[in-house]
């Protein structure tokens, strides 16, 4: 259901097959706003560097972990927030406007760690102190900066597959206002599912959603879009890329940012006896948000008004946006 695109076609010196490929690409984000990617650039001895370093950081003890923390507020979102602290269900009904079938409030069961971009001019880092984890911040700094590179890559095709001209998104993201966030789900009773969930349903903010996964699963994306039911994405492993398309996407091209949350993973078929003890495993992902730049104007891409219109008062800026769909996480 959720197409499995290969992105050596989009580098392969061979018109034809790019081309192939970005219009792949669009229709998935289209019509799912998930598409799988492999092949994507980004090798797996720094995938497995990554995840071996968030492992190890999530399995500190907390006092630890506590030493480099997100602050209460929901700005700036960077550092350590531990099981409880941010609960997404509180924005799991923006944009949806027929009420009977709005979703439930839950809690998150999950802890993670906020990362921005060191070029970043508003915001700076907030990292482990020295003695920490010392591994995680050159990891980290390395890990972003090799997402940035993939992301303008993958927004170069997707701007081919839409017939605009290949820089029109890279160019929007050129302050890096990207952020990368490692999730750690603890493993926990699977009755603890009836009242809670590992992420509640959500849209993401930015254009762009890279995301990498262990095997566990339990990711879910609704479908069809606005049907309030959600689809499994079976995990591809964690060089297997998955790639959706985020709000500020959906407002340029009208593509589309489909509602996704991460919630009791399905068992293997004849396997029903996998689940021991009824404890759910836990699970790892990082998910690299791809952002517009903060005074980037949300206005449609595709109706010919064109980049350099003037700012009118209909459309709110990247900033402005991101700034009103993050508070209330962090209440
Ligand atoms: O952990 C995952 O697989 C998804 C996380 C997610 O959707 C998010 O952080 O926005
Ligand atoms: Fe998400």
Same mark, same amino acid.
């Given at each position: 259901m959720f197409e499995r695109l290969d992105f050596a076609n989009y580098q392969s010196g061979n018109v034809a097959k790019r081309d192939q490929f970005c219009r792949k690409l669009v229709s998935g984000l289209r019509q799912?706003?998930?598409?799988?990617?492999?092949? +994507?650039?980004?090798?797996?001895? =720094?995938?497995? *560097?990554?995840? $071996?370093?968030?492992?190890h950081f999530f399995q500190l003890p907390l006092n630890q972990k506590l030493k480099s923390p997100h602050p209460p507020t929901a700005n700036p979102h960077r550092g350590f927030s531990a099981v409880g602290l941010e609960n997404v269900s509180t924005i799991s009904n923006y944009g949806r406007e027929d009420k009977s079938s709005q979703l439930p409030l839950l809690k998150d069961m999950k802890e993670s760690y906020d990362i921005g971009s060191e070029r970043d001019e508003l915001y700076s880092n907030i990292w482990p102190p020295t003695g920490v984890c010392d591994t995680f911040e050159p990891t980290f700094v390395e890990f972003f900066e090799v997402c940035y590179r993939t992301q303008l890559l993958i927004l170069e095709a997707i701007s081919i597959g839409?017939? #605009?001209?290949? !820089?029109?998104?890279? !160019? #929007? +993201? $050129?302050?890096? +206002?990207?952020?990368?966030?490692? =999730? +750690?789900?603890?493993?926990?009773?699977?009755? $603890?599912?009836?009242?809670?969930?590992?992420?509640a349903a959500h849209t993401d903010f930015g254009s762009i959603t890279l995301l990498f996964q262990d095997r566990v699963g339990g990711l879910e994306v609704e479908s069809p879009p606005g049907s309030g039911s959600f689809v499994g994405i079976a995990s591809g492993g964690p060089y297997e890329c998955i790639l959706n398309a985020g709000d500020c996407l959906q407002k340029w091209t009208g593509l589309c940012s489909a509602r996704h949350r991460v919630h009791l993973p399905e068992l293997p078929q004849g396997n029903e006896q996998a689940r021991k003890g009824d404890v759910v495993e836990e699970?790892?992902?990082? $998910?690299?948000?791809? *952002?517009?730049?903060?005074?980037a104007v949300l206005r449609p891409l595709l109706d010919g008004s064109g980049l350099g219109a003037k700012v009118s008062s209909e459309f709110v800026t990247a900033g402005e946006f991101q700034h009103m769909r993050i508070q209330g996480r962090y209440a």
């Open positions: 799912r706003g998930f598409v799988r990617l492999v092949n +994507h650039g980004i090798e797996p001895s =720094t995938i497995d *560097k990554a995840f $071996a370093t968030s492992r839409l017939g #605009l001209p290949t !820089q029109t998104l890279s !160019q #929007l +993201h $050129a302050a890096q +206002h990207n952020e990368l966030r490692l =999730t +750690h789900y603890p493993a926990v009773p699977q009755e $603890a599912f009836s009242t809670s969930t590992r992420i699970r790892f992902s990082i $998910a690299y948000f791809a *952002k517009p730049d903060r005074t």
